[in-house]
């Protein structure tokens, strides 16, 4: 049975006796190649731009739609996040007209950089009131744990500080220099904060090791359990809301960061419990539960570092990799899938696949494959944002389209 698509508004069919034209490229950023199909028009149904395409060659002419050569078309894509918020992104996707151009993807990634910006106020402002409680009980208390649980809370709450820097970053457009835009700040701000756990890890162990060299008296010690209890909830309140949001919008920074407010949360829950051995008589149990917390905190540390490597290793989840390969096969037109190969920019992914189609397609046919393949994969994907798709021949036999290209690879 034949099967078709929409191609600028008249249904193509994906088989034809026409003559080979060569084989397609579809690609959502404008790559330099040997001949670029632009897709202009209405194309399926969600007032998408995608439909015929002109041509213009590097090398290889002008490719029209008749004229042999490489094409790569232009895809349209748009964000879906995760959560309850999906059923009702999803309605509306149903039920209303949506278009796939840039300007709607830029106002999605701005809407999710506004979240982030969000999370790091409030979690700035609640990391901040918790340490300026703890510097008042620090005052009267003369506690030195205390004293460093409340440095250690300042220096979490300035962790906001290279985050908003990185968000803010990540509004700016895309640039000559800088073609897939800033979201890797984002990773960037990610070292910054593992480099933060190592020092609070080397803090915390440091002052546990002088405490049992040289104990120290403290006074008020309901107060200052008090105050550990404070630091505690304050710091586990803002890891978890941190996590949570990091993970919905897919930002490993904020989840590292999450983690070093966890630490911290360590931190003041030693305090707690040194207080709770002092009163009992044991001056020796904030030392000792001290080091148990640098350890917990190291395993934190590998934790988020193993996170960020694998971020910027452009390292994804292999279950992605298989989800790709299923939506791409079922694409009609599409003979095999050649590869996947995917990569996160911040909190969104791009795409690059090589399918093999029928080499008797046309240009505009092998294109229209191109195009749905892309359209598919942005609908299955989450924070899939864009897919460069490479279209193979698959014939005549015998032929090898890429020869030229062997000794360069």
């Not at 809301?241 to 630490?263: K, P």
């Not at 149990?285 to 395993?299: M, N, S």
């Amino acid at each position: 049975m034949m099967a078709y698509l929409d191609v600028g508004g008249k249904q193509e069919p994906i088989m034809s006796e026409q003559q080979d034209t060569g084989h397609g490229h579809g690609h959502a950023d404008g790559d330099a190649g040997h001949g670029h199909a632009d897709s202009h028009g209405t194309g399926h149904g969600h007032n998408a731009e995608h439909g015929h395409g002109h041509g213009h060659g590097h090398g290889h002419g002008h490719a029209d739609g008749h004229n042999a050569g490489h094409g790569h078309g232009h895809g349209h894509g748009h964000d879906h996040g995760r959560g309850p918020g999906r059923l009702l992104a999803g309605a509306r996707h149903l039920l209303t007209p949506h278009s796939h151009d840039s300007a709607d993807k830029t106002d999605r990634a701005l809407e999710t950089s506004d979240r982030g910006m969000r999370v790091l106020a409030v979690s700035f402002a609640a990391l901040l009131a918790t340490a300026v409680v703890q510097a008042v009980i620090v005052a009267f208390s003369g506690s030195v744990a205390l004293l460093g649980d409340t440095l250690h809370n300042f220096a979490d709450a300035l962790t906001a500080i290279p985050l908003a820097i990185a968000f803010s970053l990540g509004r700016r457009s895309a640039t000559r220099r800088f073609t897939y835009g800033y979201g890797r700040a984002e990773d960037l701000a990610g070292i910054v904060i593992v480099l933060l756990i190592a020092v609070s890890a080397g803090l915390a162990g440091y002052e546990a090791v002088r405490r049992l060299i040289d104990p120290q008296e403290v006074r008020a010690l309901g107060w200052v359990a008090a105050a550990g209890l404070v630091g505690f909830l304050g710091n586990e309140l803002v890891a978890r809301y941190r996590i949570r949001v990091g993970r919905e919008i897919g930002s490993a920074a904020l989840v590292a960061d999450g983690l070093h407010a966890r630490t911290d949360g360590f931190t003041s829950l030693a305090v707690l419990l040194s207080a709770g051995g002092t009163a009992i008589g044991l001056p020796l149990a904030d030392p000792v539960v001290g080091l148990l917390i640098t350890v917990a905190i190291c395993f934190v540390l590998r934790d988020a570092a193993r996170e960020i490597y694998q971020r910027l290793m452009d390292a994804v989840d292999p279950h992605l990799v298989e989800r790709a390969e299923q939506v791409l096969a079922a694409v009609p037109g599409v003979r095999r899938v050649e590869a996947v190969r995917m990569r996160w920019i911040g909190h969104t992914m791009r795409a690059e696949v090589d399918i093999l189609v029928g080499h008797r397609l046309s240009l505009v046919q092998a294109h229209a494959v191109a195009v749905e393949a892309e359209h598919r994969l942005i609908h299955a994907l989450p924070r899939l944002t864009a897919a460069t798709v490479h279209a193979d021949p698959d014939g005549p036999a015998g032929t090898d389209h890429h020869a030229p290209l062997v000794t360069h690879r």
